[in-house]
C-alpha cells in the first residue's frame, strides 16, 4: 500500500497527479501547513526535511514501517520505476527526462517560490529582488517555449517531466509571471490540463472553496516565512 503525506501546493500536486495518471492505490494524508504539522516529530521522523510531500511504501521496508521517499522529483522517478509508466526505459530517454525534472527542481520551482514570496507574502515589499526574481521566472519559461516549439512534450512523450513542470506554470498568475507571447508553452499547459488524471489530482487534498484559497495560501506563505 502506497501512503501519501502532502498538501494543496505545486510540489504536493506533481505527486498526486502521478499516482491519479498511474491509477495507482494510495491513501492520502493531508498535512495542515498552517498548523505546521510538516515540523513536528513523527512528520520529521519520515522526512528529515520538514516539508511536502511524502510517500510511504508499506510493501517495502515493511518491518520499519514501510520504505519513505522524500522530495517530490524522488518521488516522480521512484513511482515511475515500481509502475514501470511515464519514464523512458532507454539511457538517452531516461536521462532526458529526469535532466527536465532536475531543471525544474532545481530551477523553476525555486525561482517561482521566490517570486511568490516577494510579490504576496514578504514586507516590506523589494522592488529589486521582485524583479529579479520574475525575470528569472519568466526566462524559464521562455526555455521551455523554445523547447516546446519543436517537441510535443518535454522529453518524447508525456512523462514525469511534464507532471513535474505542470503545476509550477499552472501557478504562474499567482507567482506573478508574465505567460503572454509563449504559443508552445500554453499549448502544451493546455494539453495537459485537459487530461482526467491531472483534473483529478489538481482536487487533492480537497481544496477550499475558492473565495477561500486566496486567503489560506497567503496565511500558509506567510507562515512559511515566521
Known amino acids: 500500500m ?10 504536493g500536486w506533481k505527486t498526486t497527479i502521478m499516482l491519479e495518471e498511474l491509477d495507482a492505490a494510495y491513501t492520502l494524508r493531508p498535512i495542515s501547513l498552517t498548523n505546521r504539522e510538516q515540523k513536528e ?3 520529521t521522523a519520515r522526512n528529515p526535511n520538514g516539508r511536502i510531500p511524502t510517500l510511504i511504501d508499506h510493501e517495502v521496508d515493511s518491518a520499519n514501517g514501510g520504505f519513505a521517499v ?5 518521488i516522480l522517478i521512484y513511482l515511475a520505476e515500481k509502475f514501470g509508466r511515464f519514464l523512458p526505459i532507454d539511457t538517452m530517454g531516461r536521462s532526458r527526462a529526469i535532466q527536465w525534472v532536475m531543471w525544474q527542481m532545481s530551477g523553476l520551482g525555486p525561482m517561482m517560490g521566490q517570486a511568490t514570496v516577494f510579490n504576496r507574502y514578504f514586507e516590506p515589499r523589494l522592488p529589486e529582488v521582485i524583479d529579479r526574481y520574475t525575470r528569472e521566472s519568466r526566462r524559464l519559461f521562455e526555455v521551455m517555449d523554445g523547447h516546446l516549439a519543436t517537441n510535443e512534450y518535454l522529453a518524447g512523450d508525456y512523462s514525469i517531466a511534464d507532471i513535474a513542470c505542470f503545476p509550477w506554470v499552472r501557478g504562474h ?11 508552445h508553452l500554453q499549448r502544451w499547459f493546455d494539453t495537459i490540463a485537459e487530461r482526467p488524471a491531472v483534473q483529478r489530482g489538481l482536487l ?4 477550499p472553496k ?3 484559497m486566496a486567503e489560506k495560501t497567503t ?5 512559511i516565512l515566521a
Open 70 to 74: 522524500f522530495e517530490s522529483g524522488a
Open 219 to 223: 496565511r500558509q506563505g506567510k507562515n
Open 210 to 212: 475558492a473565495d477561500e
Open 2 to 11: 502506497l501512503e501519501l503525506w502532502t498538501s494543496e501546493t505545486p510540489n
Open 41 to 43: 516529530d513523527w512528520y
Open 173 to 183: 498568475d499567482w507567482a506573478c509571471i508574465d505567460m503572454t507571447g509563449l504559443p
Open 204 to 207: 487533492l487534498p480537497e481544496p
